[in-house]
């Protein structure tokens, strides 16, 4: 009567089995709502020029960057 061996005989099996990814349950989707008007922190970036040109003026240059970004989503509003 043949049975398999309970451990991998092969080096190679053997190393697949270690890294094999489990199956974890899907966490259920939770729905964040947004507050009005918050701010989020992102990361982005911006050529070293366009950084410069908002810092010349002192604090407040990272909401001048977001008045300046919503001024421009205003003029283009999309449908």
Excluded: C, H
């Excluded at 094999?20 to 070293?48: C, G, H, Q, W």
């Amino acid at each position: 009567m043949a049975t398999t061996p309970r451990r991998p005989v092969n080096p190679m099996d053997a190393a697949e089995a270690l890294f094999k990814p489990t199956k974890k349950p899907a966490a259920p989707a939770v729905e964040k709502r947004a507050v009005p008007e918050a701010k989020e922190l992102v990361s982005i970036k911006l050529d070293s020029a366009v950084i410069e040109y908002f810092q010349d003026d002192g604090p407040g240059w990272q909401d001048r960057i977001n008045d300046a970004l919503r001024a421009v989503m205003l003029e283009n509003p999309k449908d």
